[in-house]
């Protein structure tokens, strides 16, 4: 079954410890990308990647970092999370940028 | 840089009404566009798309033309069900940028 897969789904922690968000795909998709949805802002997109070893930033990467070191995999790693990093995140891929996105379930995370 | 505006809401219909939620861009180049709907608890699902003007993009009885000249793609559906009510995201891709950009959400509600 195609599916995009985020882990964890729920992840409640402390201001400053480390974390990582991990997305896989098992499309083969070019195009992976990383968003967070707020009450009142919608999705916004904070980094995105076009093929392996190729990333970029989207309109809120602040506070974040990702790597594509393979096609399948896209972590999201908060390396010092902030209260203002509390959001349900989406990860999602496409064969290219253009294409329709396949979303993961998503993941809220709660930074106290 | 590229901006998608979509309708504030909620909007609340009775069934069998008729609904458009309004959706303009402003993007350089020849963006690609999408509607995705949201349903409570869930991940974004791709409801249709268009690619270049004039396309028209149609799925479960929803359809939504890409007009340049009016840099618009307003999502339309004759007679909506209960079943329709979910959070609604018009996007944008490309134009001269690699990333996607989402409008804030359209809540629409649907009564009997």
């Known amino acids: 079954e195609a599916q995009v897969t985020q882990n964890p789904r729920y992840l409640i922690t402390v201001t400053g410890k480390k974390l990582t968000v991990t997305c896989s795909q098992n499309m083969n998709h070019e195009y992976m990308s990383w968003y967070r949805q707020d009450p009142g802002l919608g999705l916004r997109q904070i980094y995105y990647s076009m093929n392996v070893e190729v990333t970029d930033k989207g309109d809120v990467p602040e506070g974040y970092k990702v790597s594509r070191k393979e096609k399948r995999n896209f972590p999201l790693i908060l390396e010092s999370p902030s209260p203002n990093q509390t959001s349900l995140y989406f990860c999602?891929?496409?064969?290219?940028?253009?294409?329709?996105?396949?979303f993961g379930d998503g993941t809220r995370l709660s930074i106290l | 840089g590229n901006s998608v505006t979509q309708m504030e809401g909620p909007v609340t219909l009775s069934e069998e009404a008729f609904l458009t939620i309004n959706c303009t861009y402003t993007?350089?180049?020849?963006?690609?566009l999408f509607w995705y709907v949201q349903y409570p608890g869930e991940g974004l699902q791709l409801l249709l798309k268009?690619?270049?003007?004039?396309d028209k993009g149609s799925n479960k009885g929803f359809e939504a033309t890409y007009r340049k000249e009016t840099t618009s793609f307003h999502l339309e559906k004759g007679s909506v069900q209960v079943s329709d009510s979910a959070v609604y995201f018009c996007?944008?891709?490309?134009?001269?940028?690699?990333?996607?950009?989402f409008g804030k959400g359209t809540k629409l509600s649907v009564k009997p």
């Open positions: 996007a944008l891709y490309g134009g001269s940028q690699g990333n996607l950009i």
């Open positions: 993007a350089t180049g020849y963006p690609s």
């Open positions: 999602a891929s496409s064969y290219r940028g253009n294409q329709p996105q396949h």
């Open positions: 268009a690619t270049k003007a004039d």
